[in-house]
């Protein structure tokens, strides 16, 4: 039997960029706990006694909450370094294709909400819509 197919065989040469990476610093928000937080919040100077903060000027008590709320929040969720890849953008998704994509999304969650066969048609034609975008 004699077939078209061969092996075809090449080096191409392509370089590609790298992204950089990043050190920033975030909160570990999902160390907050919604019992331990708002009981040492009810403790802390804040709420305590409020009779102490009726001569306090305005910037002192902007200052209070500004330092309160820092010494709270790095107890119950500490300040970490994490790495950040940037991610290498496409040229051809542009602003026509991103708001294509947020009406589809609209669409289907709208279709999630209801169920209404109605929003299923509408769903549908959005997303063949984005194919000939």
């Known amino acids: 039997m004699v077939s078209d197919h061969a092996l075809v065989r090449f080096n191409l040469h392509v370089t ?21 937080f708002p009981s040492d919040l009810a403790a ?19 200052e209070l909450y500004g330092s309160e709320l820092t010494r709270l929040l790095d107890q119950h969720c500490p300040v970490v370094k994490v790495r950040h890849k940037a991610k290498q953008l496409t040229p051809w998704f542009d602003a026509d294709c991103r708001a294509v994509r947020r009406r589809a999304r609209a669409a289907e969650s709208r279709f999630q909400r209801t169920r209404a066969e109605a929003d299923r048609a509408a769903w549908n034609k959005v997303l063949k819509h984005a194919l000939t975008v």
């Open 44 to 62: 802390s100077a804040l709420c305590g006694d409020l009779m102490a903060l009726e001569d306090k000027s305005t910037d002192d008590l902007a």
């Open 16 to 36: 590609r960029e790298h992204s950089d990476t990043q050190w920033i610093t975030r909160r570990a928000w999902r160390r907050l706990s919604s019992e331990a």
